[in-house]
Structure formats: C-alpha cells, structure tokens
C-alpha cells in the first residue's frame, strides 16, 4: 500500500519554500497596510522554481499574481507556496484563488487561512472544489506573527496596540527634573525608530508634547515617503498651534471644539473620567484602515492603555542606569492596581540586548480574567 503521508523530504522541501513565502512577503516592510504582507513561490510540475513574488503594497498585484505571471506555463501541474490563503473577491483583476485554477496548479500550500471577512476559507474552497490539492498550516505561528496588525485588525476592527517606553534600571522614565534625553542608548533608539515605521499610527499624550515637543516623524535609510498618522490625545485641546507636531498629518483626538492648524481635530465621546474614550479613537483609527498604533506615552497614557487592557505587546528598553527619586516618573501613572493578581502579565517574552540596553519584548493577553 503506498504512503498516504508525505516523505520526510517533501516535508522539508515544503517548509522551505514555505518559509521562501513568508521571507518574500517581509520585503514589503509593512508597506502593504491594510493589506497583509504575502509572499508567493511557484515550482513547476518537476519541482523547480519557476517563479515568485510578494504583495509590495496597496494598489500593486497580490503575491500569487506575480508568482504565476513569473512562472507563466511553467506553472501548470506545479505547485503554490503562499503564507495566507488566496484571495477569493475580484480585485482589479480576476481572484487570486481563481487565477491559481486557470494556471492549473496541482498543489497549494496555504500557512494560514484568511481572516478577512470576504475570504474566511472562501479561497481554499474554490481551490478545493477545482480538485486542487490544498495543504494550510505550515509555519502558521510564523505566518500570524507576520500579519499580527492585519489579523488583530480584521478580527476585530481595531489596529493591533503596541506601547513602547524606556526607562533606568530602577524603573525611571525621566529625572524629577523630567530630563529624558537619553536614558538609553542609540542602538535602542534606533530600534525604537525602526517600530515607529512599522506601524500605520503613532500616539502620544498632550502632555508628552508640551514637555518634549516631538515631531514624530519617521527616517529610514533616508527614506521619508511613508510616514505614519500623528494622533495626540489632547481631551481638553490644550496643544499650541507652534508645537512641532502640529501639521498635514496628525489628527488631535479630542472632546472640545476647536482648530489647531493643519491638524485634524477628532471629536470623540468623553470617559467616566472626562478624558477622550480610547476605545472609540481605536474604533475610528481601524474605520480609518489603520491597522497598528504605537503608543509612546506619556506616562497617563499608558496607564489608560493598559488599564483599559487596549495593549497587544510591549516593547520596554531597560538601560543599566539608575535615577532614584520618589517624583521621578515612571512609565505608567494612573492609580495602579492594588494587588499583584490584577497586574498586567506578559507572555511569550523575547530578551533582546541592544548595545548595553536590554529589550523586553512580550504580548497581552487580553482575554485573561480581569
Ligand atoms: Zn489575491
């Protein structure tokens, strides 16, 4: 009876090339949003490479339109390799599960299902009934971390919530002088830098702006073309029209009437406590397409974040440096909690040393009991 399971060898040649997907589809570096970042690679029916591609952003051809146009006849009797399920809704051109049949593929494998409303399994299905031969799963946890902005998004509406800070060994953010510049290194800086362009919106408090009056504005390798959204929360309006932020790409999310400049004024419901709703700047931030949001503080801003449970990860730069001082801020204001069993837990931590800094790295779990 022959083997129903594939050999050992065409496991491995199919967690390379599926690892060829997800390594193509990071090219993109975040710049498809809102769409997922997907890389695609076609074998012809001998097994070799005959084409491969990746969605590079919004607008462009998806990732197994590139692959196939690539490997054009070679891709009849070949196989597919794509780190999210193929597209089953017309775009500008026929779907990416219906040009998969019209090739004539043999086989595809699939890392992950869709999350998208208009795909959920309808693309593997229309491969399916085709008589196609479908594999989904391989590499999945690679494949979601990949798209984590574009799942947390579709799944429910909101951008994926990122807080970031840096802070002394002891816990300090800044001296009670509030001097802040730097605590950490370059290497973290940078780091911290390379965040703010991976994501689609950038947050920080009022009170952030009048003490620091940053501008937020993102340069890689000299490159400023994609610049993410500025968003203040300012419930009570009190930024200046000459802070530096204020300009064509910041939007002041706030409860009062008003203009600041070039700057969008956001009108949101007020919370219990007066402040801005964050769940509805949220909401309207991910009506907006935006699918992540980095919030850099201040330190009442992330209280509220987390204490609403509104966080998805963290990013903390610790430098071996001690401050000291009972006024001297720490990353997270607020009330606190009162016992350690309603303190916010990490998980699937990552320890990372960026020149003589340690990066902390873990994810929320916001459905633990609150
Ligand atoms: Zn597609």
């Given at each position: 009876m022959?083997?129903?399971?594939?050999?050992?060898?065409?496991?491995?040649?199919?967690l390379?090339?599926?690892?060829?997907?997800?390594?193509?589809?990071?090219?993109?570096?975040?710049a498809?949003?809102?769409?997922?970042?997907?890389?695609?690679?076609?074998?012809?029916?001998?097994?070799?490479?005959?084409?491969?591609g990746?969605?590079?952003?919004?607008?462009?051809?998806?990732?197994?339109?590139?692959?196939?146009?690539?490997?054009?006849?070679?891709?009849?009797g070949?196989?597919?390799?794509?780190?999210?399920?193929?597209?089953?809704h017309?775009?500008?051109?026929?779907?990416?599960?219906?040009?998969?049949?019209?090739?004539?593929?043999?086989r595809?494998?699939?890392?992950?299902?869709d999350?998208?409303?208009?795909v959920?399994?309808?693309?593997?299905?229309?491969?399916?009934?085709?008589g196609i031969?479908?594999?989904?799963?391989?590499?999945?946890?690679?494949a979601?971390?990949?798209?984590?902005?574009?799942?947390?998004?579709?799944?429910?509406?909101?951008?994926?919530?990122?807080?970031?800070?840096?802070m002394?060994?002891?816990g300090?953010?800044?001296?009670?002088?509030?001097?802040s510049r730097?605590?950490?290194?370059?290497?973290?800086?940078?780091?911290?830098?390379?965040?703010?362009?991976?994501?689609?919106?950038?947050?920080?408090?009022?009170?952030?702006?009048?003490?620091?009056d940053?501008?937020?504005t993102?340069?890689?390798n000299?490159?400023?073309s994609?610049?993410?959204?500025?968003?203040?929360?300012?419930?009570?309006?009190?930024?200046?029209?000459?802070?530096?932020?204020?300009?064509?790409?910041t939007?002041i999310?706030?409860?009062?009437?008003?203009?600041?400049?070039?700057?969008?004024?956001?009108?949101?419901?007020?919370?219990?406590?007066?402040?801005?709703?964050?769940?509805?700047?949220?909401?309207?931030?991910?009506?907006?397409?935006?699918?992540?949001?980095?919030?850099?503080?201040?330190?009442?801003?992330?209280?509220?974040?987390?204490?609403?449970?509104?966080?998805?990860?963290?990013?903390?730069?610790?430098?071996?440096?001690?401050?000291?001082?009972?006024e001297?801020?720490?990353?997270l204001?607020?009330?606190?909690?009162d016992?350690?069993?309603?303190?916010?837990?990490?998980r699937?931590?990552?320890?990372?040393?960026?020149?003589?800094?340690?990066?902390?790295?873990?994810?929320?779990?916001?459905?633990?009991d609150?």
């Amino acid at each position: 009876m022959p083997a129903l399971n594939p050999t050992d060898r065409d496991r491995d040649l199919d967690l390379h090339w599926a690892a060829r997907a997800i390594d193509l589809a990071r090219q993109a570096d975040y710049a498809t949003s809102p769409n997922p970042m997907v890389g695609a690679v076609v074998l012809d029916a001998d097994g070799l490479r005959a084409g491969e591609g990746f969605h590079r952003q919004a607008g462009s051809p998806h990732a197994e339109e590139e692959a196939l146009a690539a490997a054009g006849e070679r891709s009849r009797g070949g196989t597919l390799y794509v780190n999210l399920e193929p597209c089953a809704h017309e775009h500008r051109s026929p779907s990416c599960a219906q040009a998969a049949i019209d090739a004539g593929l043999r086989r595809v494998v699939v890392s992950m299902s869709d999350p998208d409303e208009r795909v959920r399994g309808a693309g593997l299905a229309m491969l399916e009934s085709a008589g196609i031969e479908i594999s989904v799963g391989l590499l999945e946890d690679r494949a979601r971390k990949l798209n984590e902005f574009y799942i947390k998004h579709r799944l429910t509406g909101r951008p994926f919530v990122t807080a970031k800070f840096a802070m002394s060994l002891d816990g300090k953010i800044a001296t009670r002088t509030g001097e802040s510049r730097w605590i950490t290194g370059e290497e973290s800086r940078a780091h911290a830098h390379s965040l703010r362009h991976a994501h689609d919106a950038i947050l920080v408090g009022v009170n952030t702006v009048i003490a620091d009056d940053p501008e937020l504005t993102v340069r890689v390798n000299g490159d400023r073309s994609r610049q993410p959204l500025r968003v203040v929360v300012d419930s009570q309006l009190r930024i200046r029209q000459s802070a530096k932020i204020v300009g064509a790409n910041t939007l002041i999310a706030t409860t009062k009437p008003g203009r600041v400049g070039a700057a969008e004024i956001l009108r949101l419901p007020a919370a219990a406590d007066g402040r801005v709703s964050l769940p509805a700047l949220l909401d309207e931030l991910g009506n907006r397409g935006m699918l992540s949001l980095l919030v850099e503080g201040g330190a009442e801003v992330h209280a509220s974040f987390f204490a609403e449970g509104l966080v998805d990860k963290v990013f903390a730069y610790v430098a071996p440096r001690l401050i000291g001082g009972k006024e001297a801020p720490g990353p997270l204001a607020g009330n606190g909690v009162d016992h350690l069993v309603a303190s916010t837990q990490l998980r699937e931590l990552d320890f990372a040393r960026l020149g003589d800094d340690l990066m902390i790295t873990g994810y929320i779990d916001v459905h633990r009991d609150r």
